[in-house]
């Protein structure tokens, strides 16, 4: 079993910046891909960046240019940078992780989420 943690969700004003971080911990041989969705009030839960063990990042078009996602392999933790953030970015964040565990099999887990709120 595994499991993620998400913290750094906060309450900020239009334009201004947080970090995110998700810490993986448990059965893990490895991490694949780890990445970052979001679910807003009333929406579906949508895809917001990924990045893969190599390093490579895609990023959603609607958070292109103001977030970066990074991760830490030793650490076993993936970061969201959110830089002049919008009203619309108002939402649940949630990260997952493609994990290969010890036996080689391979699970994508879940954290519980963390509000991230912008508001003046």
């Known amino acids: 079993q595994v499991q993620l943690v998400e913290s750094g969700g906060d309450l900020v004003q239009p334009g201004g910046s947080l970090r995110l971080s998700c810490a993986a911990s448990g059965n893990i041989f490895s991490i694949n891909a780890m990445g970052w969705y979001r679910q807003a009030p009333g929406k579906e839960r949508e895809w917001v960046a990924t990045?893969?063990?190599?390093?490579?990042?895609n990023y959603a078009d609607s958070v292109k240019d103001r977030f970066i996602i990074s991760r830490d392999n030793i650490k076993n933790t993936v970061y969201l940078q959110m830089d002049s953030l919008k009203r619309e970015d108002t939402a649940v964040y949630y990260c997952?992780?493609?994990?290969?565990?010890?036996?080689?099999?391979?699970?994508?887990?879940w954290g519980k989420g963390t509000l991230v709120t912008v508001s003046s």
């Open positions: 997952n992780a493609d994990v290969t565990h010890i036996s080689r099999s391979r699970t994508t887990y």
């Open positions: 990045i893969t063990s190599g390093g490579p990042a």
